[in-house]
């Protein structure tokens, strides 16, 4: 199983940033998909999640309204739109998978290896 994430860089602070995640290895469609970052000095914390039917998605509350998260199981690919983006939103940003649909880290099973996003101020 590999989950390969891309997109990180850095932007401005106001700016927006679109992350991807391409799975391949596992049968995606099968799998609920979630985002979580590490800033430096802090633990790894959840930052959004989607079900394998694209039904549901759930958010942490630090970036509700301003991050979207969404899928293309044909593609097998789970995408972050990031916008309004804040210095306080630099981290490692890796994306996982999981057999249901969840927030905490212990439910997923795969990890890609991250990105790296850094929002200037």
């Known amino acids: 199983v590999q989950l390969q994430a891309s997109g990180g860089g850095l932007v401005q602070a106001g700016g927006s940033l679109r992350l991807s995640c391409a799975a391949s290895?596992?049968?995606?469609?099968?799998?609920?998909m979630g985002w979580f970052r590490q800033a430096p000095g802090k633990e790894r914390e959840f930052v959004a999640a989607?079900?394998?039917?694209?039904?549901?998605?759930y958010y942490a509350d630090s970036v509700k309204g301003r991050f979207t998260i969404f899928r293309d199981n044909p593609k097998k690919t789970v995408y972050l739109q990031m916008n309004s983006l804040k210095p306080e939103d630099t981290a490692v940003y890796y994306c996982?998978?999981?057999?249901?649909?969840?927030?905490?880290?212990?439910?997923?099973?795969?990890w890609g290896q991250g990105t790296l996003v850094t929002v200037s101020s």
């Open positions: 290895g596992l049968s995606f469609n099968d799998y609920g």
């Open positions: 989607i079900s394998w039917d694209v039904r549901s998605t």
């Open positions: 996982a998978a999981a057999a249901g649909y969840a927030t905490h880290p212990t439910a997923y099973s795969y």
